[in-house]
């Protein structure tokens, strides 16, 4: 599989009004909600948003968020931090789904909602507004009103790292919760990974759920394309972290480009993609 640069700009289409992130977590707050593998895979992604709030299956990253949210940010030290695993965000009908790493510790352990309050957000969200995924330009707090539109915001790990590193078992403590999300999402066309990790982790998915066979020929870099033998397709994207948007390694003009390639080929894919299994090389 090659790469292959976007080739349309992107048309904003009607906004319509959406179930956010904060509705969903707050039913995993104090209902007893948590995840058990006897439960049985989510029925909802209402139901999913809840017992990832509820997770704790790792105590490193739970006592991190928990303590940064005691201690706090002196620019934050007025916010009641969030502090907890963050659920996803978007659209439930979403035919794209952004794929990030991790919350950071102010800004999505803080709010609550991935990708706000924070840098990465600042720069990533303006692109998602004139793309017409995002019916704002500014993620500020879950109660800002923010809806999206034919797009699901999600991650590798659903709680704050220590120094934005999750380790291998971390990870992989966090991997069903995707392949649960997946199962719910029936309508979604494109993935779009937002940095090495994520790419990887994804294909992790496709690989525990047999659309691939090995991660040959999967390779990450800033705008590759992958058609996937189910008929999706895989985009990826350098990281909107302020590394590399401060230092021009990651600019508006080539983020734009990938989220318009997005809308091109969700806009393209039929609602019944094949699922034939098939090894990439």
């Not at 928990?66 to 659209?91: C, H, L, N, T």
């Amino acid at each position: 599989m090659t790469a292959r640069k976007a080739r349309t700009r992107a048309t904003a289409g009607p906004s319509t009004t959406l179930r956010s992130a904060q509705d969903d977590s707050k039913k995993g707050e104090g209902d007893g909600a948590f995840y058990n593998e006897e439960m049985g895979e989510a029925k909802t992604l209402e139901e999913l948003n809840a017992r990832i709030v509820a997770c704790e299956s790792c105590p490193r990253l739970r006592e991190y968020g928990a303590e940064i949210a005691r201690v706090r940010k002196r620019q934050w030290r007025d916010w009641s931090y969030w502090g907890k695993p963050v659920p996803s965000f978007g659209d439930p009908k979403a035919r794209v789904l952004v794929f990030g790493l991790a919350p950071g510790a102010h800004g999505s352990n803080r709010t609550g909602r991935p990708f706000t309050g924070d840098g990465s957000g600042n720069f990533m969200f303006p692109i998602l507004y004139e793309a017409g995924f995002a019916s704002q330009p500014n993620a500020e707090s879950r109660d800002d009103g923010l809806t999206l539109t034919d797009m699901w915001i999600s991650a590798a790990v659903r709680c704050a790292p220590p120094g934005n590193k999750p380790t291998p078992e971390e990870q992989r403590n966090c991997a069903h919760w995707l392949d649960e999300e997946m199962a719910l999402l029936p309508r979604l066309k494109v993935v779009v990974c937002l940095g090495k990790i994520g790419f990887d982790s994804f294909a992790g998915y496709l690989i525990r759920t047999g659309i691939v066979e090995s991660r040959r020929g999967l390779v990450f870099g800033h705008g590759v394309e992958y058609k996937l033998p189910n008929g999706m397709w895989l985009l990826g994207t350098y990281h909107p972290s302020l590394q590399n948007t401060n230092t021009g390694v990651l600019t508006k003009g080539m983020f734009m480009k990938v989220f318009q390639r997005a809308r091109e080929l969700m806009e393209s894919i039929s609602d019944s993609p094949s699922k034939s299994r098939v090894t990439l090389g």
